[in-house]
């Protein structure tokens, strides 16, 4: 079956302009992650969503920063008047659900945001 | 909060060889799962392997096994007979079992490996 998908792949903009970033869940999964993942560093947390609200949004790093997910479906990470800062690969993840027990987060394979 | 360390930004082996990519982490939990992943130039991120901290033995997944010290706090990745293709990122990380954020994944900075013909 189809697995998680992110468009665009990648993504150049100029400092200070608004950029959208989208991820495709595996359908029917409910638990919905987003990562960012600097240069030689490995992902870090930035907000889950459980259905449509954004369970825990404590990994986002200041007010430039919001996503959705208005469907309990897709997802769009919106960054507002981006920074050379932001520059990094955006992961989405998904799971059938999330909480105690055990399942697997199925990653996409991210947007390359580069801010010039 | 949970850290993850990964110690070796990069290794290398020669096909066919075995090697071995090292992880600690620190956390005042005593259940936990802790995972290997891989990232190729794709930049997918693969599940390797995971490890429930309340498990004794260590887990297998075909050339993939780990040697989890509970105590040492250590998690270390074995790939026997290496290939071409296990050449990639591989990324250590933690999630807890339970509490208020058993859903997120603390990852190391990553291991490069290089496998050589």
């Known amino acids: 079956g189809a697995g998680v998908s992110q468009t665009p792949s990648n993504k150049v903009t100029e400092k200070g302009k608004y950029v959208e970033l989208r991820c495709d869940p595996i359908?029917?999964?409910?638990?919905l992650y987003w990562y960012r993942q600097s240069l030689g560093q490995g992902p870090e947390f930035l907000i889950y969503?459980?259905?449509?609200?954004?369970?825990?949004d404590s990994g986002l790093p200041n007010d430039r920063f919001f996503a959705v997910r208005p469907e309990g479906s897709v997802s769009t990470l919106k960054i507002q008047r981006t920074e050379r800062g932001d520059s990094a690969v955006y992961l989405c993840?998904?799971?059938?659900?999330?909480?105690?027990?055990?399942?697997?987060?199925?990653f996409g394979p991210g947007t390359r945001l580069t801010v010039l | 909060a949970q850290t993850v360390t990964q110690s070796q930004p990069e290794m290398s082996v020669q096909e066919a060889e075995t090697v071995t990519l090292s992880c600690t982490y620190d956390?005042?939990?005593?259940?936990?799962?802790l995972f290997w992943y891989k990232q190729p130039p794709s930049r997918q991120m693969i599940l390797v392997i995971r490890?429930?901290?309340?498990?004794?033995q260590n887990a297998t997944e075909n050339r993939f096994s780990v040697n989890f010290q509970k105590a040492a706090k250590s998690f270390s990745l074995k790939i026997s007979d290496s290939q071409l293709g296990d050449a990639a990122m591989y990324f250590c990380?933690?999630?807890?079992?339970?509490?208020?954020?058993?859903?997120?994944?603390?990852f190391g900075k990553g291991t490069l490996l290089t496998v050589n013909p």
């Open positions: 993840a998904s799971s059938p659900w999330a909480g105690k027990g055990y399942n697997e987060q199925f």
């Open positions: 359908s029917g999964h409910t638990a």
């Open positions: 969503f459980q259905g449509t609200g954004a369970a825990d």
């Open positions: 956390t005042s939990e005593s259940d936990y799962y």
């Open positions: 490890q429930e901290a309340y498990k004794q």
């Open positions: 990380a933690y999630r807890s079992v339970s509490g208020g954020s058993n859903y997120k994944l603390t």
